[in-house]
């Protein structure tokens, strides 16, 4: 029996509290707090204790899904990507920069949300760019 | 002073004793007050703290459990639980801050309709007293 | 919270797990594995230490409930057998868990040792040993909570007053249901809409705490982990020690204290009686 405590940072906000992952022979089985984190104290919000159930949901994607008359159908990256650069150019010359929303998002990295910004500012050309925690 | 003070009751009755006593007490038509609501349950044992709970939460401002007597429980000893329970959720409303009179446990049988009335009557009349529970839980 | 541990309990401890850990499981006697704390770049976390496993990385504190992972093994794995190194609290939680067939006595050794004194009096704990105790002495109990030891004087305003001020604080992060090892329900009162409404933080009328303090009343075994975890910081364990009391007094039953005391709530009056007639 392979029994393991992971020490990782909750992902759902900038409190950064540390907490277990335990799994045993490989599968997610629980959450302790770290008691020993001079922020987290060993509490957790409700977000932190449940940070796990996103891990095996059936809801994650695992292929890029493109709307095709009106149903959802999987798509290569290649495919996903093409058409993404071809509609944000085009709404970009037709209606301007500004017109393209950017949100963010505390679940990425600070390497994502700083990619994410030179997308927007450099390749798009606008600061419409906000964070998900303020929706 | 304002419109009088009517106090609200929800009283769990159970299937085989006391709603039946109930039952007799309006066929018989005795004078009784209007303040009760009653909630018929198979056995008073079936009340869980979580319902009586609940039954203060939406506005009761007094709580009746009542069942058979020791001893002639149609299931035998369901009413065991409930003798053991109520005095504890009693304590802790006390606790809380919440006045423990609002609770009352009272074994009624089938062929107590008289019991019945003055239970409830003198239940009505002791939560008309203490007043309205949001004087306690200020919304 | 820190204690003042000897090096000397430590070094006696994992003398005693690395004893355990050698003897062969197939004689009975030996075990599949030890449940207690390990200590890895400076954090602590729960542990199953197993045949051949760094020792030195043993450690006794800070304390976790150590008897809901050993509950989480047991039922997992049918066949394993556990040690664990155990608190005074431990070992109640594991009476506790044992009676509702959580536990497998049979299948668990315990290596108890006692809390220091320091340790004894931050949790207010007036046991702070295991009965099956094999390092350490009893230290001086702790003192009960002022709180609780003046509670009876407390009027109803007063008591509403403070809890009010206390459950105004909760987040409900369910962190007090989610550490306490007595809480091992699949199906939880508190996630039942019907009784604690979605989307509301405890209301003036505060079910969550109300309902959890009832479920508690026969089983809590004041280890306090309910409190730590706490992110408000509220005494949750106030009540629960004055359920406490009147489950001894109404009903003569201490969670923790006899394996074959039988939980009073769930079990007719002629095997627990109640000693006074309905509560004052």
Redo the contacts between chains.
């Keep these: 029996?392979d029994?393991k405590?992971t020490?990782t940072t909750c992902v759902y906000c900038g409190a950064g509290c540390?907490i277990?992952v335990?799994t045993?022979d490989g599968q997610i089985?629980?959450v302790?707090?770290?008691?020993?984190?001079i922020i987290s104290e060993?509490?957790?919000?409700?977000k932190?204790?449940n940070v796990t159930e996103f891990v095996n949901s059936p809801d994650r994607l695992k292929t890029p899904l493109i709307r095709k008359e009106g149903q959802f159908v999987e798509a290569s990256w290649d495919e996903a990507l093409e058409l993404i650069a071809s509609k944000l150019g085009a709404i970009k010359n037709e209606s301007g920069p500004d017109s393209i929303g950017w949100l963010a998002s505390a679940k990425c990295t600070n390497e994502e949300n700083y990619l994410m910004n030179k997308l927007a500012r450099a390749v798009i050309g606008t600061n419409n760019i906000d964070h998900c925690a303020r929706l | 002073m304002g419109v009088e003070f009517e106090p609200r009751i929800i009283a769990f009755m159970c299937n085989w004793c006391t709603y039946a006593a109930a039952d007799t007490a309006g066929v018989s038509r005795m004078q009784q007050s209007l303040n009760v609501l009653p909630i018929r349950v198979m056995c008073s044992g079936r009340v869980s703290p979580e319902m009586v709970l609940r039954a203060f939460r939406a506005g009761a401002d007094g709580v009746l459990v009542m069942g058979c007597h020791i001893g002639d429980c149609h299931y035998s000893n369901g009413n065991h639980r409930t003798i053991k329970r109520m005095p504890l959720l009693r304590n802790l409303l006390g606790y809380t801050g919440i006045n423990p009179e609002r609770l009352e446990l009272q074994w009624v049988s089938g062929a107590e309709a008289p019991r019945f009335v003055e239970v409830t009557e003198a239940f009505i009349a002791k939560i008309r007293q203490l007043g309205p529970l949001s004087q306690e839980v200020m919304e | 919270m820190s204690g003042n541990a000897s090096e000397g309990t430590l070094e006696e401890i994992r003398k005693l797990v690395a004893e355990r850990l050698a003897l062969p499981v197939q004689a009975g006697m030996g075990v599949?594995?030890v449940v207690a704390l390990?200590a890895?770049?400076?954090?602590?976390?729960?542990?199953?230490f197993?045949k051949g496993d760094d020792l030195s990385e043993l450690v006794i504190e800070?304390k976790?409930p150590l008897m809901t992972l050993v509950s989480?093994?047991h039922k997992?794995?049918p066949q394993?057998r556990l040690g664990v190194v155990a608190r005074g609290c431990d070992e109640r939680a594991y009476i506790e868990m044992a009676k509702r067939n959580q536990i497998d006595p049979a299948r668990l050794t315990i290596i108890g040792f006692a809390c220091t004194a320091e340790e004894a009096q931050a949790c207010h704990c007036l046991e702070p040993y295991p009965k099956q105790l094999l390092v350490g002495a009893p230290p001086a109990p702790g003192q009960v909570n002022p709180l609780v030891a003046e509670y009876d004087a407390m009027t109803l305003v007063e008591r509403r007053a403070f809890w009010r001020k206390q459950f105004e604080k909760c987040?409900?992060?369910?962190?007090c249901r989610?550490?306490c090892p007595e809480c091992f329900c699949e199906a939880c009162a508190m996630e039942d809409k019907a009784w604690v409404e979605p989307g509301l933080l405890a209301p003036p009328f505060p079910m969550f705490h109300l309902i959890r303090a009832m479920h508690m009343a026969s089983r809590c075994v004041a280890c306090r982990e309910c409190e730590?975890?706490?992110?408000a910081h509220i005494p949750l364990t106030v009540l629960y020690d004055l359920l406490r009391r009147d489950m001894e007094s109404l009903l003569g039953y201490l969670p923790g204290a006899d394996m074959d005391a039988k939980p009073p709530l769930s079990v007719t009056l002629e095997e627990t009686p109640l000693r006074t007639e309905a509560g004052h």
């Design positions: 029996m029994y405590n020490l540390q277990y335990e045993i089985t629980g302790w707090p770290a008691k020993t984190h060993g509490k957790l919000c409700i932190g204790w | 599949d594995g390990r890895l770049n400076g954090n602590v976390a729960p542990h199953v197993q800070p976790y989480k093994l997992r794995f394993i987040i409900k992060c369910y962190g989610n550490i730590a975890a706490c992110p």
